[in-house]
């Protein structure tokens, strides 16, 4: 097939792991005959510097005329100081909500050889498989009235019957291909929206009889997160829960490097890392590049729909992390490299796949 695709490095590291992702897809469109064509695009910090604009008409333009948009990072400490409206993360926020972006999907898994790069026991996240939906269009993020002086500042938390049922059902539909588990995450002791959000899931559930449904408050679910992680499979929950719960389960994985995620419910997806741009080890060649390549394998999947393409890049990144390779970040790999180094290894496991072997 032909497909256009947006690239978004941003900030810190983003140009790093985007290069090393764009050299997988790159593998991917010769191994299978593709022709896949990349825009570079300026989003975050970098398009504040050269514009004055976060999110530039001219990215937005491109995103809207992809049929995918790959991402890295934005943010750092040289934009911290800036109004809210000229900071990168603003960029990214605006880019969600433009292409109606709802349904972040940040799959969580354990790699058999990464069991001891956890802090936490292995036997506690051996086997963990997790798929989170973060609402990502609404909520905290964007509601309304919000407002900042140094005396007073106010946010809101407001959803809609409608949106919460939208990204609902992303996560129903995941559950029944998966192993049929969902947990809603909230706080409907004291939230509303969490009354409603509780609500609309269970109004939902009778539609999808052989997915069971369980409810859970933010704050247990975040010590059951990571003492019983294995008891969960897809985890539902609203905009600012998703954030930081996403980064909390980031740790049964052993390192935040290795998270991919997928921006889905517009006409374009939108796939990133989940981690940030990490300013203090940009331009040293020792970032994890397998969270922006494992999101180009979302992107493969989810935006393109090419299912054997995108099990290929996962393959590859599954024999690298088998053999022992792996960035810094990942304790106790038995052969460090660097961004580039992985990168290369994981794309030449994509030309020339070894065969798996059971684990
Ligand atoms: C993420 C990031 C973003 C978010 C920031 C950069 C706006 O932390 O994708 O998890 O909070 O959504
Ligand atoms: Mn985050």
């Not at 790093?16 to 593998?27: D, F, K, M, R």
């Not at 999907?105 to 354990?110: A, H, K, M, S």
């Not at 409603?196 to 933010?218: F, G, I, N, S, T």
């Not at 975040?222 to 389960?249: C, K, Q, Y």
């Amino acid at each position: 097939m032909d497909a256009h695709i947006t690239v978004l490095a941003g900030d810190g590291v983003g140009p790093e792991v985007t290069a090393e992702a764009v050299a997988c897809l790159s593998a991917v469109a010769e191994r299978f005959g593709h022709r896949f064509t990349f825009q570079d695009a300026l989003i975050g910090g970098a398009a504040v510097d050269a514009s004055g604009d976060p999110l530039p008409e001219a990215t937005l333009t491109s995103c809207r005329a992809s049929h995918a948009v790959l991402l890295g990072a934005v943010g750092g400490p040289a934009w911290d100081r800036h109004p809210r409206a000229q900071r990168p993360e603003s960029g990214l926020l605006r880019l969600r909500k433009a292409l109606g972006l709802f349904a972040n999907l940040r799959p969580v898994t354990v790699h058999p050889a990464l069991e001891d790069a956890s802090p936490l026991k292995p036997e506690v996240v051996c086997g963990t498989d997790l798929m989170f939906v973060r609402e990502l269009s609404g909520g905290l993020y964007f509601g309304e009235p919000r407002s900042y002086s140094d005396d007073a500042a106010v946010n809101t938390l407001p959803y809609t019957r409608p949106e919460v049922e939208r990204v609902a059902k992303v996560a129903f539909d995941l559950a029944s291909r998966r192993r049929k588990r969902l947990v809603s995450v909230d706080k409907a002791n004291v939230l509303e929206t969490s009354r409603l959000w509780r609500k609309v899931v269970d109004d939902l559930a009778p539609a999808y009889p052989d997915v069971a449904v369980q409810h859970a408050y933010v704050d247990s679910f975040a010590m059951a997160l990571i003492t019983r992680p294995r008891d969960f499979d897809v985890v539902l929950t609203e905009n600012l829960f998703g954030d930081i719960l996403s980064d909390e389960a980031a740790v049964l994985a052993g390192s935040l490097g290795l998270l991919p995620s997928a921006s889905l419910g517009g006409s374009v997806g939108l796939f990133e890392p989940i981690h940030g741009s990490a300013p203090d080890i940009a331009g040293q060649d020792r970032a994890n590049p397998i969270g922006t390549i494992l999101s180009a394998a979302m992107l493969l999947r989810h935006g393109l729909g090419l299912e054997a393409e995108a099990a290929a890049v996962e393959g590859a990144v599954d024999a690298v992390l088998r053999s022992g390779h792996g960035t810094g970040d990942l304790q106790g790999a038995r052969h460090p490299q660097g961004t580039r180094a992985l990168g290369t290894r994981i794309r030449e496991g994509i030309h020339a796949p070894v065969a798996a072997t059971p684990r």
